[in-house]
């Protein structure tokens, strides 16, 4: 994959200038811009004032006596009446038994919450997903901020690797130190352009592991680990083959998949009648 070891070659024989964009599959493409053009037609609307300036200029000339009481007791009542519309809970892509889904796999968990919250959130991620670092730059803090730190959330994140670049760069958010997981994570997705798309890949991944504390031997250990890539393929092979994960990012929230990047208000929909 990135010249490191011959194994690591034979498991997943794919150039190093495969582009990012593959990682994520189209449904989840149609599905995010789907979700955008809704967002945007609400506010398309709002030239809807047109219609009161126009009544306002004859409502000015009739007399002055009659518009200085009603007036300004009709003009509150008018500016209240636009409120924002909510935002409404996308519909589930399936159902899921989340007993399966919690079920202890070949790595150890990497959660985030309260063990006991009372909504769970399963996240399959590609390290190479455009979609998945815009996720993660835009809308996990404000998750994160809402719901997993006051309790309400416990978030699982998991790996789906796309491509071989995207498993390198999560088996070494694995070696790293459990406390570094997700701040790596945060990283590799923030450079995400920098490593992705670089010609080489090998190179770009290790000077993010040096910020890390990764050295030369401790970097080229954990990329020819073969029994973590094992692993690392065998979570995507469970999500695909038994929890209908096709594309990313995908949601699994207490038993309901919801493929595709949501913004914090579209989660907010789906969590807060489950609180």
């Given at each position: 994959?990135?010249?490191?070891t ?42 809807a004032?047109a ?17 200085a ?8 009542a ?13 519909k ?8 399966k ?12 919450g309260?063990e ?17 670092a ?19 959330v ?17 088996m ?5 130190p459990?406390?570094?997981?997700f ?27 040096r910020?890390?504390g ?22 995507r ?9 096709q ?29």
């Amino acid at each position: 994959m990135f010249r490191l070891t011959s194994r690591l070659t034979a498991a997943a024989a794919i150039s190093l200038l495969a582009l990012t964009l593959t990682a994520c599959s189209d449904s989840s493409e149609e599905k995010t811009e789907a979700a955008g053009t809704t967002e945007t037609a609400a506010p398309a609307e709002t030239p809807a004032p047109a219609e009161p300036t126009a009544a306002a200029e004859p409502a000015a000339t009739p007399a002055p006596a009659e518009t200085a009481a009603p007036a300004q007791t009709t003009a509150p009542a008018q500016t209240t009446a636009p409120a924002t519309a909510a935002v409404e809970a996308p519909k589930a892509d399936g159902d899921v038994d989340m007993a399966k889904v919690l079920e202890p796999g070949p790595l150890k968990e990497m959660a985030l919450g309260e063990e006991n919250a009372p909504v769970t959130i399963v996240e399959y991620m590609s390290m190479t997903c455009p979609h998945c670092a815009d996720f993660h730059e835009n809308n996990f803090k404000p998750l994160k901020e809402k719901y997993i730190d006051t309790g309400k959330v416990r978030f699982i994140l998991r790996e789906f690797p796309f491509d071989p670049r995207a498993a390198a760069a999560i088996m070494l958010a694995r070696c790293a130190p459990e406390p570094q997981f997700f701040p790596m994570v945060d990283v590799l997705f923030s450079q995400q352009r920098t490593w992705a798309t670089a010609s080489d890949g090998r190179e770009a991944l290790l000077q993010i592991a040096r910020l890390a504390g990764f050295t030369q031997e401790s970097f080229e250990a954990c990329l020819t680990n073969q029994k973590l890539l094992d692993d690392v393929n065998a979570v995507r092979t469970k999500a695909a083959d038994q929890f209908g994960i096709q594309s990313t990012p995908s949601f699994i929230i207490n038993g309901k998949r919801y493929p595709g990047n949501m913004s914090i208000e579209t989660m907010s929909a789906i969590i807060d009648p489950l609180l």
